[in-house]
Nanobody, 120 residues
Framework: QVQLVESGGGLVQPGGSLSLSCAAS????????MGWYRQAPGKQRELVAI??????TYADSVKGRFTISRGVAKNTVYLQMNSLKSEDTAVYYC???????????????WGQGTQVTVSS
């Protein structure tokens, strides 16, 4: 089995910063892609940022404010969020595309979600 465990999040004032981290563990051969999605109340889950060994992709709404990065072991992903706005309030989910064994079709995994609230 594979697990994604998130940490970070919480309450912050507008203009403040928060960081999230997510670690993948379990039966892992290779992590192909990791990323963050978010879901605000009454809205669909949306992409925030994803990272592979070659590229990073950001939603337009977070470009220049958020930075995604991976740990040295490549099984960990971080999201540094700066200049936070009230509209960034959502549950943030870690996501990973993982190959559990060489030649296997990669599977998609989700973390349990962590709440980020931006409010004064």
């Amino acid at each position: 089995q594979v697990q994604l465990v998130e940490s970070g999040g919480g309450l912050v004032q507008p203009g403040g910063s928060l960081s999230l981290s997510c670690a993948a563990s379990g039966s892992i051969f290779r992590v192909l892609v990791m990323g963050w999605y978010r879901q605000a109340p009454g809205k669909q889950r949306e992409l925030v940022a994803i990272i592979t060994s070659r590229t990073t992709t950001y939603a337009d709404s977070v470009k220049g404010r958020f930075t995604i990065s991976r740990g040295v072991a490549k099984n960990t992903v971080y999201l540094q969020m700066n200049s936070l706005k009230s509209e960034d309030t959502a549950v943030y989910y870690c996501n990973a595309g993982i190959e559990r064994s060489a030649g296997w079709t990669p599977n998609n995994y989700w973390g349990q979600g962590t709440q980020v609230t931006v409010s004064s």
